[in-house]
Nanobody, 111 residues
Framework: QVQLVESGGGLVQPGGSLRLSCAAS????????VMWYRQPPGKQREWVAN???????NYQDPVKGRFTVSRDNAKNTVSLQMNSLKPEDTAVYFC?????WGQGTQVTVSA
């Protein structure tokens, strides 16, 4: 059974940082692209970033230069380092690979 579990969300002030992690069981991250999505309150889920099997990365324009996605193959995890957070980054963040989704982790950026 495949399971993706996100962690690391929370409440942070504008300008702060958070590091989200997505841990996988039942599937190997290293051979698959892994995507981060987010769903802001009252809005559609949107793609944020991804890391491909060759470790190339892509980012949504609003997060370029602030967010960094990386993988740890030994731990079978993918992380999303988020710096210089803004209130508009407030959302539930999900990781996704192949046909699987995690349950999401809440990120709230507020003073």
């Amino acid at each position: 059974q495949v399971q993706l579990v996100e962690s690391g969300g929370g409440l942070v002030q504008p300008g702060g940082s958070l590091r989200l992690s997505c841990a996988a069981s039942g599937i190997t991250f290293s051979t698959n692209a892994v995507m981060w999505y987010r769903q802001p309150p009252g809005k559609q889920r949107e793609w944020v970033a991804n890391i491909n099997s060759d470790n190339t990365t892509n980012y949504q324009d609003p997060v370029k230069g602030r967010f960094t996605v990386s993988r740890d193959n030994a731990k079978n995890t993918v992380s999303l380092q988020m710096n210089s957070l803004k209130p508009e980054d407030t959302a539930v963040y999900f990781c996704h690979t192949v046909a699987y989704w995690g349950q999401g982790t809440q990120v709230t950026v507020s003073a």
